[in-house]
T-cell receptor, first 113, second 115 residues
Framework: AQTVTQSQPEMSVQEAETVTLSCTYD???????LFWYKQPPSRQMILVIRQEAYKQQNATENRFSVNFQKAAKSFSLKISDSQLGDAAMYFCAYRSRNNDMRFGAGTRLTVKP | AAGVIQSPRHLIKEKRETATLKCYPI?????VYWYQQGPGQDPQFLIS???????DKGSIPDRFSAQQFSDYHSELNMSSLELGDSALYFC??????????????FGPGTRLTVT
């Protein structure tokens, strides 16, 4: 079974600086999707970025980018120019071809002014 | 290590029927969260419980109800099922809703199909 591991329960970053959240996963599949979700205190899950495993190019969405290392099964999220509104729980997730989803346990990001 | 257990893993119901989904949190976890993820959609937070009391409420329809029992397991009851209720339902558990441990450990999900 696929597993997703986020080894950093909590992270903090100074406003305007850069922070990287780590995620590793375990799978025997070659085709899958990876996601980063943001969860503010409202509990709503907001998609931050997604990556298709067959794409070598790292996905980028404005200040958010990933470092996808397929061989190492690593999928880290980099947040540049951190803003106060970035403070939230961040979940890494894996979706297999048959739509099974697995979530990491989350990383709580604090942004210091 | 023990993980979050959800049952059943798959469920097929007809419109207007009822369904009950169960979630067994990680031992010693006192908080349970329910999420709904429709096809091609982001997970939507439904409701959470801490120490058997509702702690947060999200976009849970009035046709749905949930509760947490004395052994901390939780059940999501869904009545008058509609086709649009077809989704993956995830349960997650944590130790305290906003305590020292923030992580939410997700179960494998229950796939509900309404026909």
């Amino acid at each position: 079974a696929q597993t997703v591991t986020q080894s950093q329960p909590e992270m903090s970053v100074q406003e305007a600086e850069t922070v990287t959240l780590s995620c590793t996963y375990d799978t025997s599949e070659s085709d899958y999707y990876l996601f980063w979700y943001k969860q503010p205190p409202s509990r709503q899950m907001i998609l931050v970025i997604r990556q298709e495993a067959y794409k070598q190019q790292n996905a980028t969405e404005n200040r958010f980018s990933v470092n996808f290392q397929k061989a190492a099964k690593s999928f880290s999220l980099k947040i540049s120019d951190s803003q106060l509104g970035d403070a939230a729980m961040y979940f890494c997730a894996y979706r297999s071809r048959n739509n099974d989803m697995r979530f990491g346990a989350g990383t709580r990001l604090t942004v210091k002014p | 290590a023990a993980g979050v257990i959800q049952s059943p893993r798959h469920l097929i119901k007809e419109k207007r029927e009822t369904a009950t989904l169960k979630c067994y949190p990680i031992p010693r976890h006192d908080t349970v969260y329910w999420y709904q993820q429709g096809p091609g959609q982001d997970p939507q937070f439904l409701i959470s419980f801490y120490e058997k009391m509702q702690s947060d409420k999200g976009s849970i329809p009035d046709r749905f109800s949930a509760q947490q029992f004395s052994d901390y397991h939780s059940e999501l009851n869904m009545s008058s099922l509609e086709l649009g209720d077809s989704a993956l339902y995830f349960c997650a558990s944590s130790l305290g809703p906003r305590g020292t441990r923030y992580e939410q450990y997700f179960g494998p999900g229950t796939r509900l199909t309404v026909t």
